[in-house]
């Protein structure tokens, strides 16, 4: 499919969202994933220049800005990730169709994309763990959240035990001093 058909694609399934009452979001697919692609760049734009531009929509922690392996050039895309996949977002809508250096960009999320094996004895113990674990968020299991939420449900009842135990007091309370004064 053509480039700007995919950025014209982009950009009607945002303003569909925003327009409908649709209860999810076409994001909602790619949460599992803090990748998002960028097509259509200029040649001469570095991985420098590049986190200039996405940074401002939040933190980056990976890029991989593809480049010849003959020549050493850029290929005119690249990948990013970023540290919350809610940036992720801000990026595609926001991004997706602006013009830099008169090229217009196409920014869209990656659903399943893991940053290429490099030489891991060349880098930090953190860059090889997002490297090998990926950096979108986690869900938690099922279980966990079951007990959780078990043991928020009886915390609140015993605090309303407590709430109704503290009426009935005050009320016997503001009886036994209402009986009192009348029998004064």
Request: glycine content about 6%; aromatic content about 6%.
């Amino acid at each position: 499919m053509n480039p700007m058909t995919n950025v014209k694609n982009v950009l009607k399934l945002s303003e569909r969202e925003l327009t409908g009452n649709s209860k999810t979001s076409w994001h909602d697919q790619y949460k599992d994933s803090a990748w998002i692609f960028i097509g259509g760049m200029p040649y001469d734009l570095t991985e420098g220049d590049i986190i200039c531009v996405f940074s401002q929509y939040g933190e980056i922690v990976n890029i991989n800005l593809v480049r010849d392996k003959a020549t050493g050039k850029s290929r005119g895309f690249a990948f990013i990730c970023y540290e919350d996949q809610r940036s992720t977002i801000l990026a595609v809508d926001n991004l997706n169709g602006i013009k830099i250096l008169g090229r217009t960009i196409r920014v869209d999320h990656c659903e399943q994309y893991r940053a290429p094996n490099a030489d891991m004895s060349k880098i930090d113990e953190l860059t090889a763990a997002v490297r090998t674990e990926g950096c979108a968020p986690v869900a938690p299991k099922v279980e966990v959240l079951k007990v959780k939420q078990e043991k928020e449900h009886k915390e609140n009842k015993r605090k309303n035990k407590e709430k109704k135990s503290k009426k009935k007091k005050k009320k016997k309370s503001k009886k036994t001093e209402s009986d009192s004064s009348s029998s004064d």
